[in-house]
């Protein structure tokens, strides 16, 4: 089976694939105090039933990057797939520094170019939003950042002395009418809203309208308030790319380590 790890900022998303079929996923706290002979004593514990045979990482904490790979190495006695810019994803990265393109922004445009449905963006609901643009000639030609969901929950709690930490959940009108209700509204519909307008300025820029992919772990929430609605709902959307990618590289035998080893 081959084991997709998407190393983000706030979980590690284990996925499994048996040939082409999902089978299930796995999630671990991004923990940067944990040492690497933990995270080896955790993959063996929830691996002890599969038959892993390959790897590939995609990751965005560098700080997880060597104690992830070699545990990996150690428990399962392979070399995983480390997914960079250098490194055939099925697209042409086209940006000013292409080093600073995160690897789960690179899976999901190899998702996309997988896909085969021309100019899309993807829009991926986590820690931060963001924004993978992928035009018609199947280049990745830039992306939007702006505050995750929660993050924006969390710096409104932090930054004021009265508004309470709330955890996200839905959004029931736009008028709040108290202190929740308000807050779900500015941070849920108000994303929406910048989704929506952020996603026509980019058709504008591009000269062609996009597909419109969400993903994430908020991707199915957020379709509710969206006025532009999504093409495609795929939570695992990022695994499939890490799969593609995989799969582009070990076919072809090619060096999928020349953007070095973690």
Do not use: H, W
């Not at 702006?146 to 508004?163: F, N, R, V």
């Not at 910048?194 to 419109?212: I, T």
């Amino acid at each position: 089976m081959l084991l997709t790890v998407d190393i983000g900022n706030t979980n590690i998303t284990l996925g499994l694939f048996n040939n082409e079929k999902y089978e299930r996923e796995f999630r671990l706290a991004s923990d940067r105090n944990l040492e690497q002979p933990e995270y080896e004593n955790l993959l063996q514990s929830i691996f002890k039933d599969y038959n892993i045979d390959g790897c590939v990482i995609g990751s965005v904490v560098e700080e997880l990057d060597d104690r992830f790979y070699n545990s990996v190495k150690n428990v399962f006695k392979l070399e995983p797939i480390i997914v960079s810019d250098k490194i055939d994803c099925g697209v042409k990265i086209v940006a000013d520094n292409t080093d600073e393109v995160g690897a789960d922004r690179i899976a999901n445009a190899a998702a996309v170019a997988k896909m085969n449905i021309g100019a899309a963006i993807v829009v991926d609901f986590g820690t931060a939003t963001t924004f993978d643009i992928v035009n018609s000639r199947k280049e990745f030609c830039g992306g939007i950042i702006m505050p995750g969901l929660k993050t924006q929950l969390k710096s409104l709690y932090c930054a004021t002395s009265k508004l309470p930490e709330i955890e996200i959940d839905f959004s029931p009108c736009t008028l709040g009418k108290n202190t929740k209700d308000a807050i779900l509204a500015g941070v849920i519909r108000g994303s929406a809203c910048m989704v929506d307008g952020l996603v026509e300025q980019c058709e504008n820029e591009m000269g062609e309208r996009v597909a419109l992919i969400a993903t994430g772990g908020y991707s199915g929430l957020m379709a509710n308030y969206m006025k532009r609605k999504f093409d495609y709902v795929n939570p695992i959307l990022t695994l499939e790319g890490l799969k593609y990618i995989y799969d582009l590289n070990i076919v072809s035998n090619k060096n999928y380590f020349c953007g070095g080893t973690m």
